[in-house]
């Protein structure tokens, strides 16, 4: 899958974030987006998995292998988005949630899915606790997981490693781009830490808010 986005016009009420931007993403190549903070990073990636309401108004297209996904409802796009502060389900455990995310097929297989991402979660014996139990970077790994097992055609990352202490972020980063690597996706990643940069030919820097 390669993802290609284009902004025409990226608003919010009547004030212009983002113009004229283009970004090709290859199968499996993860693409970094910086900028300021209120320069229009999250709603650009609201807008391309299909969550943008007003008062943030997109205009542009969003393609999957050449396929215009920009009229279709959210679900249909077949696009994972995964913010900073992701809550996982209240009401399920940490197996749960995983579980919910994985794609219908056999019990056992699907089982298998959720131990094996337990174990690259690094969360040994958390599998039955309550995500309220979890602390912020145990929950922020747990929601990054849960994404990924959903199968998605692309990955919108929002600071996905914010929470995590520096050790822990550099074993993630790997995981996670060994994963989107691995299995062809393209993902667009939204960072404030320059160590986060995937590829540094893969970087668009968005313009400054307008006072
Ligand atoms: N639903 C909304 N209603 C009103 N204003 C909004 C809405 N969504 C975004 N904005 C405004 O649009 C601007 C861009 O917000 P956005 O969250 O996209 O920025 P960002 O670059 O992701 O910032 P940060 O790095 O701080 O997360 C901000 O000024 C924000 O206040």
């Known amino acids: 899958m390669s ?12 004030r212009r974030l983002v113009h004229e931007l283009r970004l090709d ?10 900028g ?6 999250s709603s650009l990636l609201s807008a391309i998995c299909g969550t943008a309401a007003p008062p943030v108004r997109f205009d542009g297209e969003v393609l999957l292998d050449g396929t215009r996904l920009d009229a279709l409802p959210t679900r249909q796009r077949g ?11 209240a009401h399920m455990s940490v197996r749960e949630n995983l579980l919910f995310a994985v794609p219908p097929g056999a019990r056992a297989q699907r089982e298998a899915v959720v131990q094996q991402a337990l174990r690259d979660l690094e969360l040994p014996g958390l599998a039955q606790a309550d995500p309220a139990t979890l602390s912020g970077g145990q929950r922020a790994r747990v929601a990054l997981v849960r994404a990924l097992l959903a ?3 692309a990955v919108l990352l929002d600071e996905p490693f914010a ?11 790997e995981f996670v781009f060994g994963t989107i690597q691995a299995r062809g996706i393209p993902a667009l990643l939204v960072t404030h830490d320059a160590q986060d940069i995937a590829d540094p030919q893969r970087v668009t820097r ?6």
């Open 151 to 153: 199968r998605p055609r």
């Open 79 to 89: 696009i994972a988005i995964l913010f900073q502060d992701d809550l996982l389900f």
């Open 3 to 14: 993802l290609h986005v284009y902004v025409r016009e990226l608003r919010v009420a009547r």
């Open 206 to 211: 968005l313009a400054s808010p307008q006072p």
């Open 25 to 34: 993403i290859a199968p499996g190549t993860v693409h970094t987006l910086m």
């Open 36 to 41: 300021e903070s209120g320069c229009g990073k």
């Open 163 to 173: 929470r995590l202490d520096a050790g822990l972020r550099a074993r993630m980063r």
